[in-house]
C-alpha cells in the first residue's frame, strides 16, 4: 500500500523570506524550483522537503514539526543562535537522541536533531 513518504511539505507566506531562511540560515540547497519561485523543494538525504507558498495553503504554528538530522548538534545549534534563531524548546537530551526546536518566520516548527549511538 504506502512504501514511502514522497515528501513533506511546509505552507509559507512569504517566499523571499523562506528562501533566504531556508537557503541563509540552514544552508539548505535547493533541488527544485517551480511557480516562479513559490515552490521549493530540498532534498535531503531520503527525504524531500517541499516549501511552498500558495493562497489555498496557509502556515500554522500549530502544524506538523520536521526533524533535521544534524551531524555536530552543538555545532549547528550554536550556528542557529548566532543567525538569530530563538529556540521554543532548547537543546535536550532523550534517551535516544539530542533536539532544540525552534520555527521558521512563519511559525511553522522545525527541529535540529541528533540520534544517539546504538
Avoid at 16 to 42: C, H, I, N
Avoid at 46 to 58: N, S
Avoid at 63 to 91: C, H, Q, W
Wanted: aromatic share 10%; net charge negative; with cysteine.
Amino acid at each position: 500500500m504506502i512504501k514511502e513518504v514522497a515528501f513533506v511539505a511546509i505552507a509559507v507566506s512569504d517566499k523571499e523570506r523562506a528562501r533566504k531562511f531556508y537557503q541563509e540560515t540552514l544552508e539548505l540547497k535547493p533541488s527544485t524550483t517551480a511557480m516562479d519561485g513559490a515552490w521549493v523543494e530540498y532534498d535531503i538525504g531520503p527525504v524531500t522537503i517541499g516549501v511552498g507558498c500558495h493562497p489555498a495553503w496557509q502556515p500554522s504554528r500549530d502544524g506538523t514539526s520536521v526533524a533535521l538530522e544534524v551531524e555536530d548538534f552543538d555545532s549547528v545549534y550554536a550556528k542557529l543562535k548566532e543567525r538569530g534563531v530563538t529556540f521554543d524548546i532548547e537543546k535536550m537530551e532523550t534517551p535516544v537522541c539530542w533536539m532544540a526546536q525552534f520555527r521558521d518566520p512563519d511559525g511553522n516548527k522545525l527541529l535540529i536533531h541528533k540520534r544517539k549511538q546504538k
